[in-house]
T-cell receptor, first 115, second 114 residues
Framework: DQQVKQNSPSLSVQEGRISILNCDYTNSMFDYFLWYKKYPAEGPTFLISISSIKDKNEDGRFTVFLNKSAKHLSLHIVPSQPGDSAVYFCAASARYGGSQGNLIFGKGTKLSVKP | EAQVTQNPRYLITVTGKKLTVTCSQNMNHEYMSWYRQDPGLGLRQIYYSMNVEVTDKGDVPEGYKVSRKEKRNFPLILESPSPNQTSLYFC?????????????FGEGSRLTVL
């Protein structure tokens, strides 16, 4: 049973436009959410995170929105650049309930930004 | 430079030949973990360690062993590798255990079992 779902395996956007990557989760104990970016032949790198006490967190061109009632989060990249082309993983963790902060990852969405 | 180092980066082996993938971090992190990445399946946790001599199973531990004798090292052991363990493996660490926070990942080890 997948606890973190990224239902779009791929997304293609034009340079300069907005990229919106979506993520859904099922475990109501999750209280911390992260996005990672992964280039080929490299390890995942942390991009941005949000605690469940917030509904928005912004860092430069990247904004993460959290809708707890819908158990949904999204990553917005504005404006998108060709260098943003990568696989993006959504991850979630729960400090309590026995999960001990372990990160559960989605399957990833491959973003392609066309010049 | 703060980093998580994995070795080897690439390895081709045969079924049943024991192998170890090493992982070392230089950040004095408490928490370490191993993940495997497979097409269409994302990143799945194999084992994790909350501190020295404290390890526990993740979601896909079958066929793997780990040890944490020193804080900086967390090797992944495949006692008798099988073709279904062909995968891309990532070691990761975090400063504190038992709390939320970002993980720092190594560059990955691509393993092929024939």
């Amino acid at each position: 049973d997948q606890q973190v779902k990224q239902n779009s395996p791929s997304l293609s956007v034009q340079e300069g436009r907005i990229s919106i990557l979506n993520c859904d989760y099922t475990n109501s104990m999750f209280d911390y959410f992260l996005w990672y970016k992964k280039y080929p032949a490299e390890g995942p790198t942390f991009l941005i995170s949000i605690s469940s006490i917030k509904d928005k967190n912004e860092d430069g061109r990247f904004t993460v929105f959290l809708n707890k009632s819908a158990k949904h989060l999204s990553l917005h990249i504005v404006p998108s650049q060709p260098g943003d082309s990568a696989v993006y993983f959504c991850a979630a963790s729960a400090r309590y309930g026995g999960s001990q902060g372990n990160l559960i990852f989605g399957k990833g969405t491959k973003l392609s930004v066309k010049p | 430079e703060a980093q998580v180092t994995q070795n080897p980066r690439y390895l081709i082996t045969v079924t049943g030949k024991k192998l170890t993938v090493t992982c070392s971090q230089n950040m004095n992190h408490e928490y370490m973990s191993w993940y495997r990445q497979d097409p269409g399946l994302g990143l799945r946790q194999i084992y994790y360690s909350m501190n020295v001599e404290v390890t526990d199973k993740g979601d896909v531990p079958e066929g793997y062993k780990v040890s944490r004798k020193e804080k900086r090292n967390f090797p992944l052991i495949l006692e008798s590798p099988s073709p279904n363990q062909t995968s891309l493996y990532f070691c990761a660490s975090r400063r504190l255990a038992g709390v939320n926070g970002e993980l720092f990942f190594g560059e990955g080890s691509r393993l092929t079992v024939l």
